[in-house]
């Protein structure tokens, strides 16, 4: 289950915290579809919940204007399904939905490692938010994809790639990307082999052997690092955490 960021919860906790009746409040979208509910995460919590109640810790987020959930959604559901009567939140302003949003976005990241799914699907939001708030002034394609990168959380290749299966993929594997069947790596792999096919882009493909060196360079550094980490008991990353990073990257290696 997902743990809470201490930063965001150290923000939320100095806004007012009051109790009311989970059937005062609404949901809908754009807020209630911006992350899917994970049916384990769900079950977890429900459980908690039917032993603990709702801990006043993590309060509901509510756009106090509109009286609608922004933040929150898993507890809420979790809520109604153990029949609570009563439920921590806290009303908090906003400018329009687009802020709402944004604000629902950074909450969730903070706190989520972002499937592929999520990745493309943050990627259009932002992307439509910046949008209406640019000013005119044009930016390259490669400076936006830093910002998203920074954004999202991910590495700015990443993307750039994400881009790609969006913008030339096949309604397919569009599809099969955002329901979360097919990884973004392999996807555009796929998507760049029938643009090439097609004439649409030149070159071959290649294997990557030019960048061996740089491979190794960076993999000494990081058996070096993580040599250092597990030297001093694990205390500035943990097992599970590095454990969880190498698994990551096998399922890289592996689609």
Same mark, same amino acid.
């Given at each position: ?181 097919? !990884?973004?790596? #392999?996807?555009?792999? *796929?998507?760049?082999?029938? &643009? ?7 070159? +071959? /493909? ?11 360079? !960076?993999?000494? #550094?990081?058996?070096? *690092?993580?040599?250092?980490? &597990? ?7 943990? +097992? /599970? ?15």
């Amino acid at each position: 289950m997902a743990q809470e960021n201490p930063l965001h919860i150290g923000k939320i906790m100095e806004l007012n915290t009051t109790f009311v009746s989970p059937d005062t409040l609404s949901t809908r979208k754009p807020f209630k579809k911006l992350f899917p509910i994970q049916e384990e995460t769900l079950a977890a919590i429900s459980q908690n919940m039917e032993v603990n109640g709702f801990d006043p810790v993590f309060p509901l987020v509510v756009w106090k204007e509109e009286n609608v959930l922004v933040d929150g959604h898993t507890r809420f559901t979790a809520a109604q399904n153990t029949q609570l009567n009563q439920v921590p939140v806290v009303y908090k302003s906003f400018e329009d939905e687009d802020d709402a949003l944004l604000y629902s976005f950074h909450a969730q990241r903070n706190r989520r490692n972002m499937s592929d799914d999520d990745i493309v699907k943050c990627l259009a939001l932002l992307d439509n938010i910046h949008k209406k708030d640019a000013t005119g002034e044009k930016s390259t394609r490669k400076a936006e994809n830093e910002i998203r990168a920074k954004e999202l959380g991910i590495s700015p290749q990443k993307v750039d790639k994400a881009r790609k299966v969006m913008e030339h993929g096949s309604p397919d594997i569009q599809e099969q990307v955002q329901a979360g069947e097919k !990884s973004i790596n #392999k996807a555009f792999n *796929e998507v760049q082999a029938q &643009r090439r096919e097609s004439g649409e882009i030149k070159g +071959r /493909e290649t294997d990557g052997l030019g960048l061996s060196a740089k491979y190794t360079q !960076s993999l000494g #550094k990081f058996l070096k *690092e993580l040599t250092r980490i &597990r030297e001093q008991g694990w205390q500035e990353v943990s +097992r /599970e955490k590095a454990v969880a990073d190498i698994e990551a990257i096998l399922d890289l290696i592996k689609n």
